[in-house]
């Protein structure tokens, strides 16, 4: 009862915050001025028309009801839903993700099991772990020749070394004596492997995953931003291109609320492998 009531007050207080945020936010957006009687110099050269500045949240709002009424229309190559635009940065993200997921969590497991494999392998991970992975984006256009699977590339390469690395520290971290009762049973490596080795190593790998899928989501905006066509990333440069500050803001917030909703899927699965010894 006492954790309900500390999540109430919290949800209660984070809402409050968000309410005195957005009109602290909406009085400090001057009006806009009314705009005299203008010569006709002055008209030809845009002198009768608002100044840009940043939107209040009335007008973010009023955004958000436009778009998530109908985010799935599709008017063209370049005016879609809001919803289909995410749909094409989270089908990248998946994609590459589980790509380097089937590369990364095996590959954990070798170099966490064998001290060998950990020495022939580290250097090149310390080596190409701390590349960003948009200075990667110009060798995947060329060698690649294809925006998306360039972008795919992309979320592959940064989401590989989360994952890589706790693999095999979990792995690693696996206390010695459980592996010991498990060759008294005689039971196989493989078997071994996956009874008690993985549940062991399973929240230290989640937690991998985790950071993996926050740094693509990261990255993918970015990439798209680059590459153009389709994406979140692409909508938000092109409705700056367009000088919609409302859109920009709106589709940033989404970009948050999107990747706040991937960072709780991974965290109830973090839940759902803890264990207690």
């Not at 380097?100 to 950990?118: C, D, K, Q």
């Not at 979990?170 to 206390?175: D, E, P, S, T």
């Amino acid at each position: 009862m006492k954790t309900l009531s500390e999540n109430r007050k919290a949800a209660l207080l984070s809402i409050l915050i968000l309410i005195v945020s957005c009109l602290i936010w909406e009085a400090s957006i001057p009006a806009q001025k009314a705009v005299g009687e203008l010569t006709e110099y002055e008209l030809l050269t845009g002198g009768g028309q608002p100044k840009a500045g940043v939107p209040p949240p009335s007008q973010v709002l009023a955004k958000a009801w436009e778009q998530l009424s109908n985010p799935f229309y599709d008017a063209g190559p370049n005016d879609k839903g809001i919803g289909i635009q995410i749909g094409y940065s989270i089908y990248r993200v998946l994609t590459g993700y589980l790509l380097a997921a089937a590369i990364a969590i095996p590959l954990g497991f070798l170099i966490g099991m064998s001290s060998v494999a950990y020495k022939a392998l580290n250097p090149f991970i310390q080596v190409l772990r701390p590349i960003s992975p948009l200075a990667w984006m110009p060798l995947a256009l060329f060698v690649i020749q294809d925006s998306e699977m360039s972008a795919i590339f992309v979320i592959f390469i940064c989401s590989i070394w989360p994952m890589l690395i706790n693999t095999a520290f979990g792995v690693a971290g696996v206390r010695e004596d459980w592996v010991n009762v498990a060759r008294t049973h005689e039971l196989s490596a493989l078997k071994t492997a996956f009874t008690v080795i993985l549940p062991a190593a399973a929240p230290t790998i989640v937690t991998g995953m985790r950071i993996s899928i926050g740094i693509a989501w990261l990255v993918i905006v970015a990439a798209e931003m680059l590459v153009g066509g389709t994406g979140i990333g692409y909508y938000v440069w092109n409705e700056w291109n367009n000088l919609d500050l409302t859109s920009v803001i709106f589709s940033i917030l989404m970009i948050g609320v999107v990747g706040m909703l991937l960072d709780s899927l991974f965290g109830l699965l973090q839940r759902t492998v803890a264990y207690t010894e």
